[in-house]
Nanobody, 117 residues
Framework: QVELVESGGGLVQPGGSLRLSCAGS??????????MGWYRQAPGKQRELVAS???????KYGDSIEGRFTISRDNSKVTVNLQMNSLQPEDTAVYYC?????????WGQGTQVTVSS
């Protein structure tokens, strides 16, 4: 059974910070994932890339992130983390963890991030 478990979401005021974590479990994760990342989906909008990191550590961020977030991964623990700083109301969304091996994508169930005063 494959499972991605996310944690760290919640309510934060504008300008605040949150750290999201995602851990993979299951026999498939005896292989090192190609890419790990975070996506988000706000109400009425399409799911979009927040950040991704390759096995070799190359990172890519969504256009709206503008240096505020930092993604990291630990292959030995099968975890991917997202440090989010300077959060704004437009960052409010459900955040989904993603891990990719070859052509196969694995998704977490999502964690809510709400930025509001």
């Amino acid at each position: 059974q494959v499972e991605l478990v996310e944690s760290g979401g919640g309510l934060v005021q504008p300008g605040g910070s949150l750290r999201l974590s995602c851990a993979g479990s299951g026999t498939i994760f005896r292989f090192i994932m190609d890419d790990m990342g975070w996506y988000r989906q706000a109400p009425g909008k399409q799911r979009e890339l927040v950040a991704s990191i390759t096995e070799s550590g190359d990172v890519k961020y969504g256009d709206s992130i503008e240096g505020r977030f930092t993604i990291s991964r630990d292959n030995s623990k099968v975890t991917v983390n997202l440090q989010m700083n300077s959060l704004q109301p437009e960052d409010t969304a459900v955040y989904y963890c993603n891990m990719r091996l070859g052509a196969r994508d694995y998704w977490g169930q999502g964690t809510q991030v709400t930025v509001s005063s």
